[in-house]
């Protein structure tokens, strides 16, 4: 799998567009931080670590939802492995006029824009969520 990060996402919206309650997808400690910041913000129930039918480990994501609509409208991946998209605290996208969270990596861990801005950091911009 080249880009794990992508394939959360698209695993998250292909099973809201089903109105699955929860979804399952193979474990890694970026993926875990970046379901963290779903979580903080609001967008996800939660997640909890599990072991998959084949042993592996995975995460199972409890998806959110409101009067019957996922709170999950629209999830873009920013950063891909063939072009990454680093951006200095200044330069970091407000989402619909912060309505929706750009999810971005730093030094400082995984965080959400405005996390990122209050500790005056700037990082790879992973993903947009609104």
């Keep these: 799998m080249n880009d794990p990060i992508a394939d959360m996402l698209t695993r998250i919206r292909n099973s809201q567009l089903r109105g699955k ?52 409208r629209e999830l873009k991946r920013v950063s891909k492995p063939g072009r990454r998209v680093y951006m200095g605290v200044n330069d970091i996208p407000v989402v619909r006029q912060g309505l929706g969270v750009s999810i971005v990596s730093t030094p400082k861990g995984v965080m959400s824009d405005q996390a990122a801005r209050s500790a005056n950091v700037g990082g790879e911009v992973l993903c947009t969520v609104f």
Excluded at 27 to 33: E, T, Y
Aim: glycine share 10%; net charge negative.
């Design 21 to 72: 309650s929860t979804v399952i997808t193979p474990a890694s400690k970026l993926r875990a931080w970046v379901l963290d910041v779903l979580a903080d913000e609001g967008y996800i129930r939660g997640y909890e670590k599990i072991t998959g039918a084949d042993g592996h480990p995975a995460i199972e994501i409890s998806l959110k939802y409101y009067e019957g609509e996922p709170v999950i």
